[in-house]
């Protein structure tokens, strides 16, 4: 039975800087990741990658095989990501999922792992491959908008990072969360209570209550508006 540890945020920051670093595009906001694939192939990351037509491979997005090398991309996610001159519908999702591949190989996955459509359902079941895929998926993140390239998470909006980093809304709301953690994990900021229990627990303690969680949050709060007026 494979017990292995799952990776720590700053784990993955680490080892998809190094990619970055490897590739040649470690300070680079919104990386061309076709060019991203070649010079992979050259560094001797990958054996090499094909181009799948979309018949040939209507599951799946694209694919790594740890044991051939070969990256495989369905057309049209390798057309989308190679439009550089527009933006398309799909470039964004193209992209994300060459990240997602260059994460299997990165953090050494052992089995070919497929970024599907379908959601076919063993691999929502199977524990190894949803942990390689949510990592993968984390590595993603962390490849294409890098914590050391955003100064203070808690100062932009997910907007913000969307645009800065050619990511999704949604890709970019969930990597603002992950780097907002870092960051107060980073700062000694403990995480925020939830807003309506906040609010519940301010509501007690005008009725007498002594909440201690309150006061703890209170002092929380002040220090994460120091941390939010940095830089301005």
Known sequence: MNHRRDHEDEDIERVARDARRALGIEFTLKPDMITAVFKAKYLGFLKGYVRIPDADMPDDLAAFDPETGILSLQESTFTAANEVLGNPPGRKRA?????????HVFLGHKKTRHRNISGRKIEKIAAPIVRDERDADRFAAAFLAPSYL??????????????????????????????QRIYRRTHGIPRPIPESIYEFLTDAAKRGAKVTSLEAENKRRIAEAKARGKGK
């Open 95 to 103: 992209r994300f999922t060459i990240a997602h591949e260059f994460g």
């Open 150 to 179: 955003v100064e203070n998470p808690l100062l932009v909006s997910d907007r913000d990072m969307a645009d800065k980093f050619d990511i999704s809304q949604t890709a970019s709301s969930i990597r603002l969360d992950v780097l």
